[in-house]
Structures are given as C-alpha cells and as structure tokens.
C-alpha cells in the first residue's frame, strides 16, 4: 500500500465535534487520544494504581449510531475515560465484536505504531517505580539523548508496555525545554501528556494534511540518530525526521518518519475500531460541516457513513 493511501487510515482515528463557536483554524484543540483495550478491569488497574491516571467517567454504549460513526457492526462497548494533569486518555473494550491482538512481532517503526508520552518529574524514580511493577521493556532502559542534537539534547526517555502490549513512553524535559508547566513543581511523579507520536510514511504528505488542511501548527523539527535513539525504540540503524505539531489546547500530535531502516510495515487494510493496535485521536472542531465538506472534496475516506 502506497503511503498516499495508508495515510488516510489516519482520518479514520479521527472524530471530530462541535467544541465552541468561532475559531481561526478548523481544529481548535486536541481533545484525547484512545486505544483498545482487551480488558478493562485489567486496564484500569495499570492506568490507575501504575501511571496514577484518575477515571473520568466510565459508559457502555451500544446502537445503530455508533456502529456507522466505526463502520462496525454489532458493536457493544465499555469507554472509560482517564485524566491525568490536564489531560485525558480513552480507553474502549469492545464487549462484541472482538478484534485482532497486537501482532507479537511489531516494531517501533511499524505504520500502526503509536504512542503518548507521559511526562514524569523525575526519571530514575519513574523507571524504579514501573519495575517495581513489573512492566515490560521496549528500551533497553531510559536514554539520555545527546547534547550535540540542540532540538532533543538531555531530554531522558524510555518505552515500556501496557498489559495489552500498547508501547507508551515516559519522558522528562531538562531546564529550557518542553512546555513551561512540566516544570511546575506539583509533588506528583506522573504530570501528564505532552503529546502522542505516529509513525508516518512521508512528512510531507502528512503535513499536507495535519497542518495544511487540519490548520495544526508545527512547533519544532529534529533528525534523531544514535546509540541511544537505536536503544529508546529498539531499532538498530533507526534515524527519524521528528516533526511536532499543536493545536491551540491539548496535548500535541509528533510524526516520527524512519529516514533507515525504511522497512516499516503498512497498517494493515483490515484494520477496525475494535483491533488492539488501533489507536484513535480525538480532535475538536467548530467547522464540522464545513471541514467534512473539505475532506470529502479531498477524497479523504471515511469509516463514518455521515
């Protein structure tokens, strides 16, 4: 599948609604980012008592509505919504019907791959704490990126995974860089997200979308390389075109683009709401309409039938 096409899977992880009025830009802010679940219960206890996330609301729906909104049939789900700091994540089991596990051989620069990264105060404690509770590692161990790259020089990363095998990240910004409130002393170790990272075929094309079309602002740019970019995603040879992005409220959207190795798989054709490795953004708009119009002229495809 050519990039063109793979990309606009990305739309499908988009559900757009009315937030205010008026607006500049056809998305006024990044609401939440949502990933399957296999089972919930499970879930929350990870989310809650591991990463100190604090449950928000938590529905089961069902009907004719959301099943053309996913393009699933016979769906029945259980949503629970989770905030921490200032910003939330959903996640959705699908009671009926179940889709398809995290395929064990993925990799980091996979096209389904995704992540957010959880800001945290301090590192070594962060990382001490998740092992006291047994997470599995996708990183070798948290790596302190180097100082000669003045874009990402001292930020200290690590991935690890969730039960369902979902890879999150754990970051923590030095003086001077990243977002003034991650600096904000508050007593907790779990401050919250600063943004959510995709694999992408092609920056270009992406941002003909995000930014062109969406009206998200890039923020910054860098070109990651090295022993430890190689050992944060465990893809020896990996170099990246990093490219941040923002709206006007919410976390941020990051492209990671793998300049080597350039063997990243596509998202698979056949992949639904209801499979484990999709993950979905949730993205505010007071243009609904109109931007459904733009999209449609575009020939974006959609999963929702209106």
Do not use: C
């Amino acid at each position: 599948m050519s990039r063109a096409l793979a990309f606009t899977l990305v739309v499908w992880h988009i559900w757009a609604f009315v937030w205010a009025e008026h607006s500049s830009t056809p998305i006024t802010a990044v609401d939440s980012v949502g990933i399957t679940v296999h089972e919930m219960d499970r879930s929350l206890e990870f989310f809650t008592k591991v990463l100190t996330f604090e449950p928000v609301s938590d529905v089961e729906v069902w009907g004719s509505e959301y099943e053309h909104l996913q393009g699933l049939f016979g769906l029945r789900m259980r949503v629970v919504r989770l905030k921490l700091g200032d910003e939330f994540l959903e996640l959705t089991e699908y009671l009926t019907p179940k889709g398809n596990p995290i395929p064990v051989d993925s990799r980091s620069h996979d096209q389904w791959f995704q992540h957010v990264a959880i800001i945290v105060q301090d590192m070594d404690k962060a990382y001490q704490w998740l092992r006291q509770h047994q997470i599995r590692h996708v990183s070798t161990g948290p790596q302190l990126l180097p100082d000669w790259n003045p874009h990402a020089g001292g930020i200290q990363a690590f991935y690890f995974q969730d039960p369902d095998g979902h890879v999150l990240e754990i970051l923590q910004f030095p003086p001077g860089k990243g977002r003034p409130k991650w600096h904000t002393p508050t007593g907790k170790l779990f401050l919250g997200i600063d943004h959510t990272a995709i694999v992408v075929k092609d920056t270009e094309t992406s941002l003909g979308f995000f930014r062109d079309t969406l009206g998200l602002r890039v923020v910054g740019e860098s070109e990651n390389y090295g022993t430890e970019q190689e050992h944060l995603n465990q893809v020896f040879g990996a170099r990246l075109r990093i490219t941040a992005l923002r709206a006007e409220e919410g976390p941020g959207i990051e492209f990671l683009e793998y300049v080597s190795p350039t063997d990243g798989r596509p998202m698979p054709e056949s992949e639904r709401h209801n499979d484990l490795f999709h993950w979905h953004t949730r993205l505010v708009t007071t243009r609904l309409s109109s931007l459904t119009n733009q999209l449609r002229i575009k020939r974006t495809p959609f999963l929702s039938g209106g």
